[in-house]
């Protein structure tokens, strides 16, 4: 479990005076502004959980991710895992846990992949069986058995960040740390890390905190979204309950087997409009889908139609630009 309280973290900026002058007088003073990069932030993970860890660049995720992983000492607040002080207790930590960060690596970079994984399983003392068990299981989820003797220099990325997911769990650990694990990757790559991933935590339990700002991966996997923003939580909770909370507009899109109706209920929008089609907007507390379907049908046939709900993406954009709205 992940124990999270009142975290806080700050760096000393160095202050560099410009200029001839400016230059000797940074050898004799120096001054600091501090930025604040992660403020007093709170969240439990349950063991088994899947959750998205949302922000924007610069929000403090990696900052977060860092501190959990005990890579960083926090300023303030207090961060368990698994009952474990992950800077305190680093060495026995990192046993149990599993990290990828998207735009640095863990394996050799000059050397096959298969070298950097026995150098890993040496690393983490794991015994003979049960790495050529869990590597043999790995490369075959991953499809990764093709590449064990590529150097990782010549790997493409979407190569390079499975075989990055195999390396993380060869010591088969109980917690994943992702932060950006998709990052520049192309939509194949993208799905095939998904999809091992989705298993990986369904199958096996393993808990994993993602933290991401492509949406598209915690619609995909994450029931729960933790969202912060310039340090601060926003939001902690399930995905489906922002969605309603936010998300309330609908998109339905009709194609009419004749001219589309003239007129349209004073509480729908109109989007877009064809000889033949209508694309409409309109929040189902105003006027339900079933209400709104059965409206359009009785004036004209209805061929074919389609329901969207907002992204996640426009979601948290606004919450961003407005602040998360109060429960209803």
């Known amino acids: 479990m992940i124990e999270v309280v009142a975290l806080r973290k700050d760096y000393r900026i160095a202050v560099h005076h410009r200029g001839f002058w400016g230059a000797l007088r940074n050898l004799v003073e120096t001054r600091y502004n501090v930025v604040r990069a992660v403020d007093g932030i709170s969240f439990t993970i349950e063991p088994g959980e899947f959750v998205g860890f949302v922000g924007p660049n610069g929000a403090g995720k990696s900052t977060t991710i860092k501190i959990l992983t005990g890579v960083l000492e926090p300023t303030d607040g207090s ?62 989820l991953l499809e990764v058995g093709p590449l064990l003797d590529t150097p990782v220099r010549k790997l493409s990325l979407g190569q390079r960040m499975r075989c990055e997911l195999a390396a993380a769990l060869l010591h088969a650990p109980t917690m994943l740390f992702l932060d950006e694990p998709t990052i520049g990757l192309d939509v194949v790559a993208k799905e095939t890390v998904r999809t091992f991933l989705a298993a990986e935590n369904r ?45 309330a507009e609908r998109e339905l899109r009709v194609d009419f087997e004749g001219a589309a109706p003239a007129e349209l209920p004073d509480s729908v929008e109109e989007q877009e409009r064809g000889p033949e089609r209508l694309v409409l907007r309109f929040r189902p507390g105003e006027i339900s889908s079933a209400k709104l379907i059965a409206w359009l049908s009785d004036r004209q046939t209805i061929a074919d139609l389609e329901i969207h709900e907002p992204p996640i993406e426009r979601i948290v954009a606004e919450i961003y630009r407005r602040g998360l709205p109060p429960p209803e």
């Not at 990192?94 to 298969?114: A, E, Y």
């Open 79 to 140: 961060v368990t895992v698994n009952g474990l002080v992950p800077r305190r207790d680093r060495i026995e930590h990192t046993r149990d846990i599993g990290v990828v960060f998207g735009q640095r690596t863990q394996l050799w970079w000059d050397l096959p992949v298969t070298e950097s994984y026995d150098l890993l399983r040496h690393i983490y003392s794991v015994p003979e069986a049960e790495y050529r068990a869990q590597r043999e299981r790995l490369c075959e």
């Open 203 to 247: 199958e096996r339990g393993t808990t994993v905190l993602l933290a991401t700002h492509d949406l598209s991966d915690v619609e995909r996997l994450c029931p729960r979204m933790i969202l912060i923003d310039r340090g601060a939580l926003v939001y902690d909770g399930p995905l489906e309950a922002i969605r309603r909370r936010f998300g």
